[in-house]
């Protein structure tokens, strides 16, 4: 069964910095890209990050360049997201998720599965 | 950024009724159209990718079509279970747009 759980979320102030983890089981994590991608209640879900399957490429939304880190372990079967200087509008839900791939083609595109989220709550 | 557009907001239909949820790119995104189904405090679930390929274990009363600009999810007949948001998601270009969501009750 593939599962992903993710973790380190929380009640954090304003500028200060949190890491979130995602440890992934039940498939070759080291063959996959990975994202991270949030969701503020009653909206539509926001793609943050993702990384490639050996860490070599990461790419970021425009909105969170320059404060947010994807990085992943692959002996730990895990992937992070270091976010830095919190901002009230960083409250969300945070969800890891599988790119998956196609034909041998990764990654896709689309998200596939997901985990369960970790709630990210900015505030003083 | 591509806009990614859904309509309605929200549609109140019966039990066996068809339901057609839309989906508008703000540009042409070809075929890269995913869509997914989030229950309340839910993760989004994959319901079908490349605007009209049906995910594994979805069933069949969901379909997809569309290209470029317009597209459709189409749901044959409403079951209960299928009380969710559900939002189009393109991958045309890397930063992975999602729409708004299209909130679905049952009559």
């Known amino acids: 069964e593939v599962i992903l759980v993710e973790s380190g979320g929380g009640l954090v102030q304003p500028g200060e910095s949190l890491r979130l983890s995602c440890r992934v089981s039940?498939?070759?994590?080291?063959?996959?890209?990975m994202s991270w991608v949030r969701q503020v209640p009653g909206k539509g879900p926001e793609w943050v990050a993702n990384?490639?399957?050996?860490?070599?490429?990461?790419y970021y939304a425009n909105s969170v360049r320059g404060r947010f880190t994807i990085t992943r372990d692959n002996a730990k079967t895990s992937v992070f997201l270091q976010i830095n200087r919190l901002k009230s509008e960083d409250t969300a839900t945070y969800f890891c998720?599988?790119?998956?791939?196609?034909?041998?083609?990764?990654?896709?595109?689309?998200?596939?599965?997901w985990g369960q989220g970790s709630p990210v709550n900015v505030s003083s | 950024d591509v806009q990614m557009t859904q309509y309605p907001s929200t549609l109140s239909a019966s039990v066996g009724d068809r339901v057609t949820i839309n989906c508008r790119a703000s540009?042409?995104?070809?075929?890269?159209l995913a869509w997914y189904q989030q229950k309340p405090g839910k993760a989004p679930k994959l319901l079908i990718f490349?605007?009209?390929t049906l995910q594994t274990g979805v069933p069949s009363r969901f379909s997809g079509s569309g290209s470029r600009t317009e597209f459709t999810l189409t749901i044959s007949s409403l079951q209960p279970d299928d009380l969710a948001t559900y939002y189009c998601?393109?991958?045309?270009?890397?930063?992975?747009?999602f729409g708004q969501g299209t909130k679905v009750e049952i009559k």
């Open positions: 490349d605007a009209s």
């Open positions: 998720a599988r790119e998956d791939c196609s034909g041998g083609s990764c990654p896709t595109g689309w998200f596939d599965p």
């Open positions: 990384i490639n399957q050996d860490g070599s490429e990461v």
């Open positions: 540009e042409s995104v070809s075929t890269w």
């Open positions: 039940g498939f070759p994590f080291e063959n996959f890209w």
């Open positions: 998601q393109e991958y045309d270009t890397h930063s992975h747009i």
